[in-house]
Each structure stands twice: as structure tokens, then as C-alpha cells.
């Protein structure tokens, strides 16, 4: 980190920092200008507290100079992290192959689930998505099918070969649901629930990431960085929009986040227009968008029957518009030098 100190900052106030970086296991480094003095703290300060440096007398601001995350971050590993997701259809996130996720918002019946599924692979599909466990904005809204779900969910793949994703949330789902599915999701409203985090990072299955409605990128990239320490790697994070003034979409769907994590970090980055919008008409456009920026894959809700989805059937495509823009993405994927 670099301490900047306040014009006119005494040397007891600079000697003071010095003795502090040095309690803190850095050395320091002082840089006296004309103006004004920096202390530049050398060595690895992640996991140091810049705040109690930031404090002190004579000091206007501290700035880190290191990312707070480590092992989410390119500085630590410069080759892409590819993850694959299950299934036998070789789904993966991260390498050439913009990988499509889609389904239904969540699972609501037997027939029902089989029949998206056969028709999201038709249309490009490498992986189904469905939630078993729904996190409801009311408590009397449809919660899931739980368990039932799950058994659905794993259904479909054995008749399909795709990957399943499905939403965990809680410590004690956790065993139950990596038990059927292959890629666990941690939804938008659990990104800071550190227990799960933790608890979905002592497992091996790879686990989808959603960024949390309030969330900037950088808690986004300590999040993932819980899993990771706990020794999984094999973390996707998940764009599904922001919560901002705006009312036109559900959400705000930042894109520019897909190049920037690139930018600094490893992991993959998928996009999800469907929470990101909350409108149907905006997400093809917003799935082209999203290859066209080098996103890793898209997770798509689909439906047969939107009008009447238990959940989210306004931002619920039909297999029929999916298979559609499939083609269109085939195309904008061969421009950025990817696969879809
Ligand atoms: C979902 O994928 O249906 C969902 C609930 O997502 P999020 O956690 O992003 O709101
Ligand atoms: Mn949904």
C-alpha cells in the first residue's frame, strides 16, 4: 500500500506510520517530495488493515496498491481457468466455447421439465438450468419443489446428457443438492452469505456465482475468493444485473464487467439476461451483446409456456425463439473468434 501523507505532516506523525507498516511485518519505503511525503509499505499487505494505517495522525489517505483477492486474481494466475460443467455433452466455461445454459426459472413439473430440457438441447443447449429451491421475494410465492426437483433435474440429464445447474441456499442443502446436480449455484442474495460460501468451497463440484444486486466487482471477486480458498477452484461468476434508478428493465445489465473480469482475474464470466432484464424482448438482443463482448457462456430462462410459468415467465423465452437465436449467435461467436 501506498500512505500518503498530509501536506505539512510532522516527522513524528511520519515516524509514527513507519513504526506501524514495521508492527504490520512490511518495510517501509519514504518518499520526501517537495510538497508532501509517501510511505510506500513493501512486501504482501492483503491481509492487512489499511484502515488502522489510514488513521493515524498526519495521514490524508491510504491507497492498496495489491488486489484484495488473490487467488481469484490474474496476478496470481495469468492462464484462463476453464471449468467444465458436466454432463457428457463436454459443456465447459472459459475456453473457446461460449457455453449455453437454459431452462426453465425454476422446476415446476415432471413433463414439463423433461420436454424444455429435450428442447434446449435441440436448439444449442450444453446445460439445463432450474431452480429446486427458489429464493422468493415472498414468503407465498412458489418456494420450489425441494428434493423432487432435484430427482426432475437429474431425470433430464440422463435422458440428455446436460449439465445440471441448480440454485443452493443454505449450508444444509448443500450435500442434498450436490448429490443430483453438477454445478451448484449460489444465487444473487447469497453472495455475501460466507457460511455457504465456504460451505460450497469444502465441496467439488464447480459452483456458479451470482453477483449480488448491491454488490460492487471487487466483493464480487472476494466472494469467489472464499470458494477458491476452501480449496475449489472451479468457480463461474455470473452477471445478472445490478439494482439502479432505473425502472424500464428489472434490473441493469452491466456488460462491461465481462472484459474488466477478464482483465483481472482468471475466472469465467457468464452472462444472465433474463434476471438482468426481466423482459423477454430485451434478451436476445442482450445475448449477442454478451458473446459479442467475450462473455463465457449465457444462462438463459426458457419456457414452453410463459404466460403460464410459476416464476419469471415475462423474462422467459420459448425453445422455439432460443433455436432462433442460436443462429445469430453461431455467427457473432465466429467474429469474435469463439463457438457457440
Ligand atoms: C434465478 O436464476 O432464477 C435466480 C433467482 O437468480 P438470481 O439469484 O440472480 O436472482
Ligand atoms: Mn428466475
Given at each position: 500500500?501506498?500512505?500518503?501523507?498530509?501536506?505539512?505532516?510532522?516527522?513524528?506523525d511520519?515516524?509514527?506510520?513507519?513504526?506501524?507498516?514495521?508492527e504490520?511485518?512490511?518495510?517501509?519505503?519514504?518518499?520526501?517530495?517537495?510538497?508532501r511525503?509517501?510511505?510506500?509499505?513493501?512486501?504482501d499487505?492483503?491481509?492487512?488493515?489499511?484502515?488502522?494505517?489510514?488513521?493515524?495522525?498526519?495521514?490524508?489517505?491510504?491507497?492498496?496498491?495489491?488486489?484484495?483477492?488473490?487467488?481469484?486474481?490474474?496476478?496470481?494466475?495469468?492462464?484462463?481457468?476453464?471449468?467444465p460443467l458436466?454432463?457428457?455433452?463436454?459443456a465447459?466455461?472459459?475456453?473457446?466455447?461460449?457455453?449455453?445454459?437454459?431452462?426453465?426459472?425454476?422446476?415446476?413439473?415432471?413433463?414439463?421439465l423433461?420436454?424444455?430440457?429435450h428442447?434446449?438441447k435441440?436448439?444449442g443447449?450444453?446445460?439445463?438450468r432450474?431452480?429446486?429451491?427458489?429464493?422468493?421475494?415472498?414468503?407465498?410465492?412458489?418456494?420450489?419443489?425441494g428434493?423432487?426437483?432435484?430427482?426432475?433435474?437429474?431425470?433430464?440429464?440422463?435422458?440428455?446428457?446436460?449439465?445440471?445447474?441448480?440454485?443452493v441456499?443454505?449450508?444444509?442443502?448443500?450435500?442434498?443438492?450436490?448429490?443430483?446436480?453438477?454445478?451448484?449455484?449460489?444465487?444473487?442474495?447469497?453472495?455475501?452469505?460466507y457460511n455457504?460460501?465456504?460451505?460450497?468451497?469444502?465441496?467439488?463440484?464447480?459452483?456458479?456465482?451470482?453477483?449480488?444486486?448491491?454488490?460492487?466487482?471487487?466483493?464480487?471477486?472476494?466472494?469467489?475468493?472464499?470458494?477458491?480458498?476452501?480449496?475449489?477452484p472451479?468457480?463461474?461468476?455470473?452477471e445478472?444485473g445490478?439494482?439502479?434508478?432505473?425502472?424500464?428493465?428489472?434490473?441493469?445489465?452491466?456488460?462491461?464487467i465481462?472484459?474488466?473480469?477478464?482483465?483481472?482475474?482468471h475466472?469465467?464470466?457468464?452472462?444472465?439476461?433474463?434476471?438482468?432484464?426481466?423482459?423477454?424482448?430485451?434478451?436476445?438482443?442482450?445475448?449477442k451483446a454478451?458473446v459479442?463482448?467475450?462473455?463465457?457462456?449465457?444462462?438463459?430462462?426458457?419456457?414452453?409456456?410463459?404466460?403460464?410459468?410459476?416464476?419469471?415467465?415475462?423474462?422467459?423465452?420459448?425453445?422455439?425463439?432460443?433455436?432462433?437465436?442460436?443462429?445469430?449467435?453461431?455467427k457473432?461467436?465466429?467474429?469474435?473468434?469463439?463457438?457457440?
Amino acid at each position: 500500500m501506498i500512505v500518503v501523507m498530509e501536506q505539512g505532516a510532522s516527522q513524528q506523525d511520519i515516524d509514527h506510520v513507519v513504526k506501524s507498516i514495521r508492527e504490520l511485518g512490511l518495510r517501509e519505503h519514504v518518499i520526501t517530495g517537495t510538497e508532501r511525503t509517501v510511505v510506500a509499505a513493501i512486501g504482501d499487505d492483503r491481509a492487512k488493515s489499511k484502515e488502522n494505517i489510514e488513521m493515524l495522525p498526519g495521514v490524508e489517505k491510504v491507497m492498496p496498491v495489491l488486489a484484495p483477492y488473490k487467488m481469484a486474481s490474474r496476478e496470481v494466475k495469468k492462464d484462463r481457468t476453464i471449468v467444465p460443467l458436466g454432463g457428457t455433452l463436454g459443456a465447459a466455461a472459459g475456453g473457446k466455447q461460449v457455453c449455453l445454459i437454459a431452462g426453465p426459472c425454476s422446476v415446476e413439473n415432471r413433463t414439463a421439465l423433461l420436454e424444455v430440457a429435450h428442447q434446449v438441447k435441440e436448439a444449442g443447449a450444453t446445460a439445463l438450468r432450474g431452480g429446486a429451491f427458489k429464493p422468493r421475494t415472498s414468503p407465498y410465492a412458489f418456494q420450489g419443489l425441494g428434493e423432487k426437483g432435484l430427482e426432475i433435474l437429474a431425470e433430464a440429464r440422463d435422458q440428455t446428457g446436460l449439465a445440471v445447474v441448480t440454485e443452493v441456499m443454505a449450508v444444509d442443502q448443500v450435500e442434498l443438492v450436490a448429490k443430483y446436480a453438477d454445478v451448484l449455484q449460489v444465487g444473487a442474495r447469497n453472495m455475501q452469505n460466507y457460511n455457504l460460501l465456504c460451505a460450497v468451497g469444502d465441496q467439488r463440484k464447480p459452483v456458479l456465482l451470482k453477483r449480488g444486486l448491491s454488490a460492487t466487482l471487487e466483493e464480487f471477486l472476494l466472494a469467489a475468493e472464499y470458494i477458491i480458498s476452501r480449496g475449489n477452484p472451479q468457480v463461474i461468476l455470473c452477471e445478472r444485473g445490478i439494482r439502479t434508478f432505473e425502472t424500464y428493465c428489472r434490473n441493469t445489465l452491466p456488460l462491461a464487467i465481462v472484459p474488466e473480469v477478464h482483465r483481472i482475474s482468471h475466472l469465467p464470466i457468464i452472462i444472465d439476461p433474463s434476471q438482468g432484464t426481466g423482459h423477454a424482448h430485451l434478451v436476445p438482443d442482450m445475448c449477442k451483446a454478451a458473446v459479442a463482448c467475450g462473455a463465457d457462456g449465457l444462462i438463459i430462462e426458457c419456457h414452453d409456456d410463459p404466460e403460464h410459468a410459476l416464476t419469471d415467465g415475462a423474462q422467459s423465452i420459448t425453445p422455439k425463439a432460443l433455436g432462433n437465436l442460436m443462429k445469430q449467435l453461431r455467427k457473432i461467436a465466429a467474429a469474435v473468434d469463439r463457438e457457440i
